[in-house]
């Protein structure tokens, strides 16, 4: 199984400044055929299922606002937040799609400092 | 519009087996290309990856859960159903059932349903 790592675990931010979320793959989630990471990003609030915000690493699911942005390539990825907003407050996930079991991250607590 | 959505006992004793439902709308499971998967949260914890069924009934299980997991789709009734035999209180948790499309992520999710596995 390909080991999904996010650091840190829980992070503050102050409204209005940048958040960074890292992950790390235990081997590399990129593919030859397409240049193209299994890497997708999912924010969840409580109370609610997980939401789709990023996909191939970079690629922003339709509707999700643009100070949300993921990086990276090989085994290590980052999601940034360039603005937190108060609606931002949430679990985030990374995810490995290269191969299955489709591994996810441990999640990293995001809060307003 | 895409939905899904989750249904099954809330309860469920130690030893016993779980059945669950996804019950999908606004898309097909005999549509090429797509799937539907199913993905559990224990109370406070990380996301567990189950198992996926395709279009064309191929499916991938996760394999430390594989022995006790089945996965069918009714593409009549446009469901999908789950099995876990053997419960147990470590499988207590939130199950979603999720649209795996195109682009091989889980675009969409149920709200889920809570299972606790207790005597």
């Known amino acids: 199984d390909i080991v999904m790592t996010q650091s840190p675990d829980s992070l503050a931010v102050s409204l209005g400044e940048r958040a960074t979320i890292n992950c790390k793959s235990s081997?590399?989630?990129?593919?030859?055929?397409?240049?193209?990471?299994?890497l997708a990003w999912y924010q969840q609030k409580p109370g609610q299922p997980p939401k789709l915000l990023i996909y191939?690493?970079?690629t922003r699911e339709s509707g999700v606002p643009d100070r949300f942005s993921g990086s990276g390539s090989g085994t290590d990825f980052t999601l940034t937040i360039s603005s937190l907003q108060a609606e931002d407050v949430a679990v985030y996930y990374c995810?490995?799609?290269?191969?299955?079991?489709?591994?996810f991250g441990q999640g990293t607590k995001l809060e307003i400092k | 519009q895409i939905t899904l959505r989750e249904s099954g006992p809330t309860l469920v004793k130690p030893t016993q087996t779980l059945t669950l439902t996804c019950a999908l709308s606004?898309?097909?499971?005999?549509?090429?290309?797509?799937?539907v998967g199913w993905i559990r949260q224990p109370p406070g914890k990380a996301l567990e990856w189950l198992v996926v069924?395709?279009?064309?009934?191929?499916?991938r299980y996760s394999p430390s859960l594989k022995s006790r997991l089945t996965i069918t789709k009714d593409t009549s009734k446009n469901q999908v159903v789950l099995t876990m035999t053997n419960m147990d209180p470590v499988d207590t948790a939130t199950y979603y059932c999720?649209?795996?499309?195109?682009?091989?992520?889980?675009?969409?999710w149920g709200q889920g349903t809570m299972v606790t596995v207790s005597s």
């Open positions: 999720a649209h795996f499309n195109m682009d091989d992520t889980f675009d969409i």
């Open positions: 191939w690493a970079s």
């Open positions: 606004g898309f097909s499971l005999s549509t090429s290309g797509v799937g």
């Open positions: 069924i395709y279009w064309d009934d191929d499916k």
């Open positions: 995810q490995q799609y290269y191969s299955t079991p489709y591994t």
């Open positions: 081997q590399s989630v990129l593919h030859g055929s397409n240049n193209k990471n299994s």
